[in-house]
């Protein structure tokens, strides 16, 4: 689409009750993000009340009609979707606009490949809307969703404003505290509340001048004429409406676990969901698959969360496992099936489990798409411990595109259900104490040894061969081996962000930095062929909060792994203060913590361990006057050297590495900066 045309929806797909806005950029540095926000607006072109406004602080709509999404990584950036039921959106709604912006000095102008695209229900994308040079704004408005005759229209806007989130949404009659910070320190972040929706204050006490009214001897109060008011006055203050407030929410971790009434650790507390007794494999996927299943219906913002993701409604949802369905002279079982209500019509999906290292069959997923084609049903799900990698689908099925009812294939890990049961338990919560116990205890089936559903848990068969070939270097480029590793290493890094971001309530998002049009099987190639040169394996993940990408290596030759991250130089101060600054914030991190002092152009910089810069932080400056552009933290550690999951295992050390890491190290760090023009490096007259 092209700035200013319009398309509309029924002409593109049958299936649009539901669809998919996806916004999506890149970065040339990788660590550029923005926020979307959503506005339902009126015929005046204003929000009816603030709670027509939703972003990070208030994600989801009530009715359904409007759910913010998670973040979703591309090659290059990342993606945040938005899924929208049309069918419920208000009657009196006649635009919905759809908008990001990104904070502090940061601009528009930083990020490549603005881009805005729809999906239908079943995933298919109708259409795309690519913003070319958007300036030095802070706010834009991509797209915008419209009625006109009683069909949804969308609209390519590509608007820019330079007053950032609370600008935009003010413009819209949106009422907005920017506010960060309540009176006692403390952040804060109101939901918007529907119009009307106050309680009445009440009515203000006595001025501290007048004496209360003193009761006579029979104890009654004497009477005492109150004084003559006027209609105003006389009339209780209203209070104020509650404000939505573009001030992040700051998550509260949960309270420490009450101390065990048990006599000794050998005494276990009794489980809702048992694993004592799984043995095979169909035991386990039959008995995760009902737990799951079972949790999401009775935790709806759970079951909200799992399935908005894959189009679907929000309504009243049933799920049911082992149901016979007919499939030529085979009945056919699926694991499981999810059917959501919404306003009388049904939303149904079929699920399909696998545990432990369990592959999914090609076939028997061929089997449940032609079934629900053939039913009317509009997704089926697959479900397993493997991470699916973005242009490369894990099972190959064929769709014929001739049927009218096109069915959705979607994937989900166990390690995604893992991260967002742990987001709602430790972040956001989930409304009374009965839900948090069983979505609690949901966390600790799936992580329970016995369960089999832990994520990603081997690195293949290729993995020694690929060792053992960079030690005596006989790998050669091209090696379809190396491939495969690399796809596992992305798959691994994957499942690493989400286990740390739903310890810390916060997004972490692999960072991958690759040219333009660079599609993913070519650019897995050239990461195989460079581990095939260099024996190395290298991501970057961006923490939300963090001064900058953090970065885990493994080289294969060595068998270390490090983790690290650049923290670009002050905008102001000099060089001494900035060393004795950050030797001091790093008062609690690991005294084998590297710390590398990073000058411009190629030369290196002065490095040493922390334990031996905390007495003369001054030994981080040049000695020639070379100006410093930032300093470079780094830990080393051995890597596991099997393929699995175990304790010496890779998978384990690398999660570990990470981990340790960000709690040692990151979180002693400034937030991000603007990076500026570094001082040179001269002496800190100030001492």
């Not at 991509?142 to 935009?168: C, P």
């Not at 006389?234 to 104020?240: D, H, M, T």
């Not at 990461?527 to 909060?545: F, I, K, P, T, Y």
């Amino acid at each position: 689409m092209t700035k200013g045309s319009n398309a509309a929806l029924s002409a593109l797909s049958d299936n649009t009750g539901s669809v998919i806005v996806s916004l999506g950029w890149s970065s040339p540095a990788g660590d550029g993000d923005a926020d979307v926000s959503v506005l339902l607006l009126g015929p005046d072109g204003k929000v009816r009340s603030d709670a027509d406004f939703y972003f990070y602080n208030n994600p989801v709509a009530a009715d359904g009609s409007v759910h913010l999404l998670d973040k979703t990584p591309t090659e290059d950036g990342n993606e945040d979707r938005i899924s929208f039921d049309l069918t419920v959106v208000p009657a009196e709604v006649d635009r919905v606009v759809v908008a990001a912006s990104r904070y502090g000095d940061t601009h528009f102008g930083e990020l490549d490949d603005l881009r805005v695209t729809l999906s239908d229900a079943v995933g298919e994308h109708l259409l795309r809307f690519a913003i070319g040079d958007p300036g030095k704004v802070s706010a834009i408005i991509f797209g915008e969703l419209y009625r006109r005759a009683g069909e949804w229209k969308f609209r390519a806007v590509g608007q820019g404003y330079d007053s950032g989130l609370a600008g935009l949404a003010t413009d819209f009659g949106v009422d907005i505290d920017d506010e960060d910070e309540n009176e006692d320190g403390t952040a804060s972040a109101v939901t918007p509340e529907p119009a009307g929706s106050g309680e009445p204050a009440a009515l203000p006490s006595a001025p501290a001048s007048e004496p209360a009214p003193e009761p006579d001897a029979a104890g009654a109060l004497n009477a005492v004429p109150a004084p003559r008011r006027t209609a105003d006055e006389a009339r209780p203050p209203r209070r104020p409406a509650a404000r939505p407030r573009t001030a992040k929410k700051r998550a509260t971790p949960p309270s420490a676990p009450q101390k065990s009434l048990g006599e000794n650790d050998s005494w276990r507390p009794a489980r809702l969901f048992p694993l004592s007794t799984l043995k095979s494999d169909r035991d386990r996927e039959m008995r995760a698959t009902s737990v799951l299943l079972s949790v999401m219906t009775q935790v709806p913002r759970f079951g909200r969360r799992l399935t908005a993701a894959f189009g679907a409604p929000s309504g009243r949802m049933e799920t049911f496992t082992e149901v016979v369905l007919p499939h030529g002279d085979t009945p056919r079982r699926p694991d499981g099936v999810i059917r959501i209500e919404r306003a009388g019509k049904l939303w149904t999906a079929l699920v399909e489990t696998k545990t432990n290292g369990n592959a999914l069959k090609a076939d028997q997923v061929q089997a449940y798409m032609d079934i629900a084609a053939r039913r009317g049903y509009e997704a089926v799900i697959t479900l397993s411990n493997d991470v699916a990698l973005e242009g490369s689908p894990l099972v190959d099925v064929r769709i014929d595109r001739r049927r009218k009812h096109q069915v959705a294939l979607w994937h989900l890990s166990w390690a995604e259900v893992a991260h967002q049961a742990q987001l709602l338990i430790r972040h956001e919560g989930v409304g009374n104490a009965a839900r948090t116990f069983l979505l609690q205890e949901l966390l600790h089936y799936l992580q329970h040894e016995n369960s089999g559903c832990h994520g990603f848990q081997n690195m293949g068969s290729a993995w020694v061969p690929v060792r053992n070939g960079i030690n005596d270097e006989t790998l050669c480029q091209g090696d379809p081996r190396a491939l495969e590793v690399v796809e596992n290493w992305e798959r691994l890094i994957r499942q690493v962000c989400l286990r740390l971001g739903g310890e810390l309530g916060q997004k972490v998002l692999p960072a991958q930095r690759v040219r333009r049009g660079t599609d993913h099987g070519t650019r897995r190639a050239q990461l195989a062929d460079q581990l095939c040169l260099e024996g190395r394996l290298q991501a970057q993940l961006r923490v939300e909060d963090a001064p900058g990408l953090l970065t885990v290596g493994a080289d294969l030759r060595t068998g270390r792994l490090r983790t690290s991250i650049e923290i670009p130089a002050p905008e102001q101060g000099y060089p001494l203060t900035w060393a004795k600054r950050l030797v001091r914030r790093l008062a609690e991190a690991p005294a084998d913590l590297h710390v590398e002092t990073l000058v411009e152009g190629d030369a290196l910089g002065p490095r040493g361990t922390l334990e031996r810069l905390r007495p003369e932080p001054a030994d981080l400056l040049p000695k020639n006057g070379t100006q410093i552009t930032g300093f470079r933290l780094s830990l080393l550690k051995g890597m596991g050297s099997t393929r699995g999951n175990a304790e010496s295992g890779f998978i384990r050390s690398v999660d570990d590495a990470v981990h340790r890491f960000h709690k040692t190290v990151v979180v002693h760090l400034d937030g991000p900066v603007q990076r500026r023009t570094p001082l040179p490096a001269t002496a800190d007259v100030t001492g």
